[in-house]
């Protein structure tokens, strides 16, 4: 399988509500709530990519544009964006939506880069 083929089957997209459960006292999703969940999409993603035990060693400039309000979707969508010998970057976008609207804007990225182990821990080829 050629490797944009490989990008392509790995993207993954994942929906979420934004409950109060979730907001801090701005009644905004905590940064900290969405930097977990864009870390969990880029785990899955770089995985779906190797079929490897991937494990993240680097997460690089998280930009928030916009706060992220109780009571709207979002979706997280990871793609792989760079490939090297032991490791694979994943940028990750998370889009904010109303519930009741069509309407969708980006509001926060970042880049992740795992590395692909062995059962030692010891890096691997991220392709073989």
């Known amino acids: 399988m050629d490797l944009e083929t490989l990008i392509n ?6 929906f979420k509500a934004i409950f109060p459960n979730t907001t801090n006292h701005y009644d905004t999703l905590f940064g900290g709530t969405a930097m977990q969940w864009m870390d969990e999409v880029a785990f899955i ?27 709207t979707i979002v ?40 590395v692909a182990i062995d059962e030692q821990k010891k890096p691997v080829k991220i392709l073989s």
Do not use: N, W
């Open 9 to 14: 089957k790995s993207e993954t997209r994942i």
């Open 75 to 114: 979706e997280l969508i990871g793609r792989v964006s760079k490939v090297g010998t032991t490791s694979v970057v994943v940028k990750v976008d998370i889009f904010v939506e109303d519930m009741y609207s069509a309407h969708r804007e980006k509001a926060i990225s970042g880049e992740f880069t795992f």
């Open 45 to 71: 993603t770089a995985t779906r990519f190797s079929r490897k035990r991937c494990v993240t060693v680097c997460s690089d400039r998280i930009d928030f544009k916009q706060p992220i309000p109780a009571g």
